[in-house]
C-alpha cells in the first residue's frame, strides 16, 4: 500500500519509511474504528502504532490528516475492482454487473459500513469531519466512476450526459438501501442473495436510462 502517491487530494506525507507510513494508518484506522474520532488522540494512534510522537508528527500534522489517510488507504484497496469492472467482459451489461459489484463491495465493506457510522455520530461536534469524508471517500468514488463513464461514452457504449450524474446515479441504483441498513445493523443486506438483487435492478435501470440503441459516431 502506497499513502504518499502525488495525485490530487492524496493526503502529503514524507515518502521515508513506507511501512512506518503503513503501520500508523493502520494503527489509527483500528483506534478510530474502535474508540470513534473524538476520543483517539495523537498520543493514543502513536503508541498503537509503537513509534515516538515525533515520528507520527513527521509524518502526520493532525488527526485529521490521518483520518484523510485512513479513507484513502481504504479506497485506494478497492480501486483496481472499478478499473476491472469495465475491462474483460465481452457485453456492456456485464461490464455493468461487474463495476456494480466492485462499488457494493466498498460501499457495504466493513471498514466503510463503520467509518460511515463513525462520521454519521460526530459530524456535528466535528463538522470538518464529515468534509473530509466527503471529499476524501464518497466524492472521490463519484469523480473515478466519472472518468470512466466518460469513456464509455467516448467509445458510444452509453449515451452522453454530464458524467458526475451519471456517475451518481449508478452509484444510488446499485446502493438502494443496502448500505444504510448495514449501518443500522441489518446482517442480512450484506446476504449474496441482496447483492446480486441490486446489480441486476440496478443495472437494468442504469442501461434502460443511458444504454444506446446505436453505436455513438463522432460526426
Known sequence: MRIAMAEPGRPKVRTRGPRTVERIVEAAHRLFLSRGFAETSMEAIAQEAGVSKATLYAHYGSRDELFTAVIWSTGDRFSSGLVSGVTGAADLRSKMERL????????????????????????????????????????????????????????????????????????????????????????SALSATERNRAITSGVGVFLAAYAQAEPFRES
Open 100 to 187: 456494480a459489484g466492485a462499488v457494493l463491495d466498498l460501499l457495504l465493506s466493513p471498514e466503510v459500513v463503520a467509518t460511515n457510522r463513525i462520521v454519521a455520530a460526530e459530524a456535528r461536534r466535528f463538522p470538518e469531519l464529515g468534509k473530509l469524508f466527503y471529499e476524501n471517500g464518497p466524492d472521490r468514488l463519484i469523480a473515478r466512476l466519472a472518468e470512466l463513464f466518460e469513456t464509455a461514452m467516448a467509445t458510444g457504449s452509453i449515451r452522453r450526459s454530464a458524467p458526475r450524474d451519471v456517475a451518481k446515479h449508478f452509484i444510488g441504483l446499485i446502493r438502494g438501501d443496502l448500505q444504510l441498513r448495514a449501518m443500522l445493523g441489518d446482517e
